[in-house]
């Protein structure tokens, strides 16, 4: 539609006259635009558009006051509001555009509007829908790390029970195997990425696991030079596997 100084419609096409909700409806000049939208913040003050209670943050409104004063133009304004649509109040999203023209000598607003209502609800229950399954995974990570911290309890116990060096030596390298899965479980757990974590983070806990657990009397210091790199958990429990191996092998070995 266009508007005149006085953001008055002045002309308008089938669609906006369609969407109004009043196809036959004449648009009269002494009508405003937010007024034959039928936007409530409008209706909720007789001197109309922009002296409702919510107007002075309208985006809608904001933007046709600056393309009038400053003559740049707004695309991209999502307008989110209450119409009063065939006497129905109705929550509606319009994807807004306003560009300065020239009519007859004289500046002219052009207001385009798209309703994108439908596509805001499916992209809402799209993000509902991913904060569930978020929701699940984290709690599958947190069950999987729980079995595996019981399992490794399991070995441990048994380990107390044994007096045989070796029996003792493989629980506890059997444990610190589970250890290092039930690390990548317990992170992706913890992590803002459910799917990733941190390889430097990872390895400076596994390595402090394993230092603890082997109890070495030797004066071993630790040290992590990784990248900033990031891990799925396809890639970071075989990777925790091989460093678990590579640890121990040189705690006991080296």
């Not at 048994?158 to 290092?180: K, T």
């Not at 992590?224 to 799925?232: C, F, K, S, T």
Request: net charge neutral.
């Amino acid at each position: 539609c266009q508007l005149n100084p006085d953001r008055k419609v002045i002309e308008a096409n089938a669609y906006f006259r369609s969407f109004t909700g009043w196809p036959d409806h004449p648009i009269s000049l002494s009508e405003k635009a937010c007024g034959v939208l039928g936007c409530i913040n409008s209706l909720d003050d007789p001197r109309g558009c922009g002296f409702g209670p919510n107007c002075k943050n309208c985006r809608l409104r904001l933007a046709i006051e600056d393309t009038l004063k400053t003559g740049c133009n707004h695309t991209g304004i999502e307008y989110q509001t209450l119409l009063m649509m065939a006497d129905v109040k109705t929550e509606i999203v319009l994807l807004c555009s306003t560009a300065l023209v020239q009519k007859d000598n004289r500046n002219v607003i052009l207001l385009s509007m798209i309703d994108i209502t439908r596509h805001k609800q499916i992209e809402e229950e799209l993000r509902r829908s991913l904060a569930e399954k978020e929701t699940l995974l984290r709690e599958v990570h947190h069950r999987v790390k729980n079995n595996l911290a019981a399992i490794i309890s399991l070995l441990e116990l048994q380990q107390d029970r044994s007096d045989h060096p070796h029996i003792r030596s493989v629980l506890m390298e059997m444990g610190s195997r589970f250890q290092s899965m039930a690390l990548v479980h317990e992170m992706l757990y913890r992590s803002a990425h459910i799917n990733e974590i941190d390889l430097s983070t990872y390895l400076q806990t596994l390595t402090g696991h394993l230092y603890s657990a082997f109890n070495t009397d030797r004066p071993i210091r630790i040290r992590i030079a990784a990248d900033d790199v990031r891990m799925n958990l396809d890639t970071a429990i075989p990777c925790g596997l091989i460093v678990n191996e590579l640890v121990v092998n040189a705690f006991k070995h080296a």
